[in-house]
């Protein structure tokens, strides 16, 4: 059963940092190319950023570029998001996946808020 | 504003069809694969459709999803009360993903 596990969300202040984590399992992690998707509370989906199977190629939304960074670890089967310079307007929720294959965690809660 | 506008609400009574829209341009659906996604109250999304109509295993036929040109087409046909959610369409562009704004389904 493909598994993706959300976790590292929680408040910061306006400026702050975090960095999420996505724990996969259940599939050949290192043969997906991955994302980060996001939602704020009542509105749609947000893509925020890809990342390839061997992370040469990654690309992220216009909204994130300069303060987000994706990276993942094949050996472990994890993908992250480094979060910097967070605004008001980047609280919601994040999910890790794969979204040709309809692969998707339960998310994570980013509230950024003084 | 979604480059991908859909419909923001659509209803139906329990077996009745409906369809949602997603229209778009050359160059997002008229030269991309369009996938569906379902995402019921407090759920992640689901995936539905993709390349515009193949369904993935356990999805059940009633879900059908169409293209034409620049527009495309979710129908849900036999409506069921547990189909009251969102629908987004979205398409990779070979750079990012584009999802559109989404259609809130209410069943009567």
């Known amino acids: 059963e493909v598994q993706l596990v959300e976790s590292g969300g929680g408040l910061v202040q306006p400026g702050g940092s975090l960095r999420l984590s996505c724990a996969a399992s259940?599939?050949?992690?290192?043969?997906?190319?991955m994302n980060w998707v996001r939602q704020a509370p009542g509105k749609g989906l947000e893509w925020v950023s890809y990342i390839s199977t061997s992370s040469s190629t990654k690309y992220y939304a216009d909204s994130v570029k300069g303060r987000f960074t994706i990276s993942r670890d094949n050996a472990e089967n994890s993908l992250f998001l480094q979060m910097d310079s967070l605004r008001d307007e980047d609280t919601a929720v994040y999910y890790c996946?794969?979204?040709?294959?309809?692969?998707w965690g339960q998310g994570t809660l980013v509230t950024v808020s003084s | 504003q979604s480059v991908l506008p859909q419909p923001p609400s659509a209803s139906g009574t329990p077996g009745q069809r409906v369809t949602i829209s997603c229209s778009g341009s050359s160059s997002n659906i008229g030269s991309n694969y369009v996938y569906w996604y379902q995402q019921l109250p407090g759920t992640a999304p689901k995936l539905l459709i993709y390349r515009n109509n193949q369904r993935p295993s356990g999805v059940p036929d009633r879900f059908s999803g169409s293209k034409s040109g620049t527009s495309a087409s979710l129908a849900i046909s036999g409506l069921r009360s547990e189909d009251e959610g969102d629908y987004y369409c979205?398409?990779?562009?070979?750079?990012?993903?584009?999802f559109g704004g989404g259609t809130k389904l209410a069943v009567l």
């Open positions: 259940g599939f050949i992690f290192r043969s997906y190319d």
């Open positions: 996946a794969g979204v040709l294959e309809g692969y």
């Open positions: 979205a398409i990779w562009t070979g750079s990012m993903w584009e």
